[in-house]
């Protein structure tokens, strides 16, 4: 699943590890997360909007 969330952790600021905190994953989720090798689960991907205050929409995108 393609995602933004690289292009939002680099604009807080945030290195994987602080992200992975956050948001209660480890750093290897984060990373592959940000290398759409993994797909998050809905819970993960709410913690993930409601963390940059966004709409799941904006942050996530199928790749069909």
């Known amino acids: 699943m393609k995602n933004r969330l690289k292009v939002l952790r680099a604009e807080k600021n945030y290195a994987q590890a602080d992200l992975a905190e956050?948001?209660?994953?480890?750093?290897?989720?984060?990373?592959?997360?940000?290398?759409?090798?993994?797909?998050?689960?809905l819970p993960l991907a709410f913690r993930i909007a409601k963390l940059f205050e966004l709409p799941i929409e904006e942050i996530f995108e199928d790749e069909e």
Not at 29 to 38: D, G, P, S, Y
């Open 22 to 41: 956050l948001l209660a994953v480890s750093r290897q989720t984060v990373n592959a997360l940000e290398k759409w090798k993994f797909d998050p689960s």
